[in-house]
């Protein structure tokens, strides 16, 4: 059974704070993304990885950075959180050659900035 | 500048009749479109999809309809059944001037009523 799994649910944190979220995977997959979910505004690329170590920007980087230091691993940073960083975080994960296609998503971890 | 649009937030269906979910996009790069069903609490999970080739695909109780010409896709549900409340959303995706592009609609409530 494929699963995605995110390291928190729920997280509150202070303005100013480094934030790690984390997503792991265990299918295997090459490409994971990141997005964030609000709402009236669906849900938003942040960025994605097609490869250890690589990583390509969504429609809305700024204020995230990503790192992918294994394949089954996939890391969203915010540097300085602020309170408009508020929000739902989707990870999600798909087979190489299917970066077009259905993706896999784990549970979300709704994000608190305070 | 939403590129994909679902333009009714919320829908409610009496059990055992048919469920039409819509969807519209502006771009005519995105080859393939994808439906997608979120449970409180969970991560969206993949229902259905389809190829730019095709005008319609089945799977069951779900049918998707693409008319390209209108740039229009529709979700069938047929007979809706009160486990397919939920929130759906459409998503079409494309390889746009070398950037890879995924993009969601904002979702539409559907409730269907026992």
């Known amino acids: 059974d494929v699963k995605v799994t995110q390291s928190s649910r729920y997280l509150v944190k202070r303005t100013g704070e480094k934030v790690f979220l984390e997503c792991v995977q265990d299918?295997?997959?090459?490409?994971m993304f990141w997005y964030r979910q609000d709402p009236g505004l669906g849900l938003r690329l942040i960025y994605f990885?097609?490869?250890?170590?690589?990583?390509e920007k969504g429609d809305i980087p700024e204020g995230y950075s990503v790192s992918r230091e294994k394949k089954e691993r996939f890391s969203l940073i915010l540097e300085s959180a602020s309170t408009n960083q508020t929000s739902m975080y989707l990870c999600?994960?798909?087979?190489?050659?299917?970066?077009?296609?259905?993706?896999?998503f784990g549970p979300g971890t709704r994000l608190t900035v305070t | 500048d939403q590129q994909v649009k679902q333009n009714s937030p919320s829908l409610s269906v009496q059990e055992g009749r048919i469920s039409i979910l819509n969807c519209d996009y502006t771009?005519?790069?995105?080859?393939?479109f994808l439906w997608y069903k979120k449970y409180p609490a969970e991560g969206p999970t993949f229902l259905i999809s389809?190829?730019?080739?095709?005008d319609k695909n089945e799977d069951g109780r779900f049918t998707v309809f693409l008319n390209k010409s209108a740039k229009h896709l529709s979700l069938h549900i047929v007979p809706s059944q009160p486990g397919d409340s939920a929130v759906y959303f459409c998503?079409?995706?494309?390889?746009?001037?070398?950037?890879?592009?995924?993009?969601f609609g904002t979702g539409t409530r559907l409730k269907v009523l026992a």
């Open positions: 771009n005519s790069m995105f080859d393939y």
């Open positions: 299918m295997d997959h090459e490409n």
């Open positions: 990885s097609y490869d250890v170590k690589m990583k």
């Open positions: 998503a079409a995706s494309a390889q746009i001037q070398g950037t890879y592009k995924y993009i």
């Open positions: 389809i190829s730019s080739i095709k």
């Open positions: 999600a994960s798909s087979t190489a050659g299917r970066i077009h296609y259905e993706q896999y």
